[in-house]
C-alpha cells in the first residue's frame, strides 16, 4: 500500500528519534546530534500521534541546561566524529556554570521552547495530563528566559544579541558577509564533515568556515563568559528572527503561566520583559526604507539592510501593528512572491547576494514557512497564508523531505530541487503539523 505523506513524514520522525538518549537527531549523517531549535520544532510534529516523545524530546533537552539558564545549541549525547566541530572542539566545560553531565556547544540557537510548549498543549487531546508535563518544565524555560535578559542585552533595550552566525539559525545568510568583511581570521587546518554527506555547492565556503570557528576561538579563550563576549566579540548581533522567537515564547509563557496559576511575579516580570523589547524591536529594527525588519550589528553600531525570510519572521511574534504588516506583506509579495518563485525565499531573490541553491542564501525552508504561515493568518492574510502552505506541501510532495528547497519553480520540473540533508526532521514535523 503506498503511504500518505503523513504517514512517511512520521516514518522519518520515528527513524531520527535515538531511544537510547531519547531525542531527534535532524537527520543521519549530516547532523547526528541534538539540536536546539530543531527538537523544539520536532516536538511538534510528534504531538499529532506520539505526545510521549513529544514530552521526552524537551525534557532531555532542557535537562541539558546550564545552571544560568542557558540552553546549549547542539547536545553532544553520543560520540561519533561525522561532523565537525564535535565535542572536543567546543569545550563546553570551560564555562564554570556549564552542565557537567552533558557536553554541548557554547553557543545558543533561537529560543523556541516557550511557543513549543504551548503548541503541544493547542495540539494535546488530554490537555489536563499536557499542562501537568508542563508545569514540570516551564521553570527551566523561565529561567532560560531570564539568562537571555540578564546576560545578553548590555545596553538594557529588551532585544539580546547573539554573538555567532550559528546562534541565528541562519547560518551562512549574506547578512553575515557584512560582518565577514570586518573580520580577518587565519586559514585554519580542520577537516570538514559537512561536504562529505551534501554537495559542496549547497554549503558554506570553507572561508566561511575560518570566520565560524575564529569566533568560537575567542569564545573560549575567554572561557564563554558573555561580559566579555559582548566586549570581544567581532560578530555581535540583534537578529529579527532570534528576538521575535523570545517574544513570541514570552507570549506562550505568560499564557501558559495563567492557565497554572499562582505564578504572578514570573508574568509580571514576563510582561515587563515583552512590552520593552516589543517596543525597542519596532523602534530600532522596523525599516522605514525596506519595509521591513533588519538585523542590527551592535558590534559596529549600524542596520544591516537586507531582507530575508527573518525580516518577516516578526509577523508570527505579532510584532508589527496591522500598518505594519500590511507593508511587510506588500515587500514580501513584491519581491518574494512573484510566479516564478516558491514562497519563501530565505534571502532577497532581486539582490544579487541572493543563491537559490545554497542553503540559507536563498532556498525555501520549511521551519521558516511554517512561522510565516501562522503569522500571515494571526493577521488575516489568508490567501497569502494559503499560498504559503501549499507552496510548502508541493514542494515537499515532489521532491521529498528535504532540508532546503530551489525556490525557483523552473528548477522543479524533474523533482531534484531538494537540498542539503534528505528526510529531514523538521521538514516531517512541521509538514505534520500543516496537515493538521
Ligand atoms: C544548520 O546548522 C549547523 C550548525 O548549527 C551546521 O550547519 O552544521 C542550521 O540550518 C541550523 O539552523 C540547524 O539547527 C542545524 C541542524 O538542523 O543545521
Known sequence: MKKTLQQKAEHILD??????GEFTIPCENLYPFQWFWDSGLIAIGFAHYDMQKAEKEIKTLLKAQWSNGFIPHI???????????????????????????????????????????????????????????????????YDNHRYFYENRDPQNEGLVYIYHNWES????????????????PPEYDFERRDTTHVDPEER???????????????????????????????????????????????ESLIELYKLIGGHENKIKQLKKWQQKSITSFNDKLFDEELGAYVHYDLRNERALKHLSSSSFAPLFANIPDTEKAETMVKVMMEKFGNENQYLCASFDPTSE?????????GPVWVNLNWMLYNGLKQYGFNDIAERVKTDTITIIENNGFYEYFDSRKEMHKDNKAGYGGNNFSWTAALLIDLLN
Open 169 to 184: 539559525g541562519t547560518d551562512n545568510s549574506p547578512i553575515w558577509d557584512d560582518i565577514w568583511k570586518t573580520m580577518n
Open 353 to 361: 547576494r541572493f543563491n537559490p541553491k545554497k542553503y540559507w542564501r
Open 204 to 250: 558554506p565556503s570553507k572561508r566561511e568556515y575560518d570566520h565560524y570557528l575564529h569566533i568560537i576561538e575567542i569564545a573560549k579563550a575567554n572561557n564563554y563568559n558573555d561580559e566579555k563576549i559582548a566586549e570581544l566579540s567581532p560578530f555581535l548581533v540583534q537578529d529579527p528572527l532570534f528576538n521575535a522567537m523570545l517574544i513570541k515564547s514570552n
Open 15 to 20: 527513524s531520527n528519534f535515538k531511544t537510547e
Open 75 to 141: 547536545i553532544f549525547h553520543t560520540e561519533t566524529d561525522s561532523y565537525f566541530p564535535g565535542a572536543n572542539f567546543h569545550r563546553s566545560d570551560l564555562h564554570p556554570e556549564s552542565n557537567p553531565k552533558y557536553k554541548s556547544t557554547g553557543m545558543t540557537q533561537p529560543p523556541v521552547t516557550g511557543f513549543v510548549l504551548k503548541e503541544i498543549y493547542r495540539i494535546s487531546e488530554d490537555k489536563g495530563a499536557t499542562l501537568k508535563f508542563i508545569e514540570s518544565q516551564i521553570d527551566k524555560v
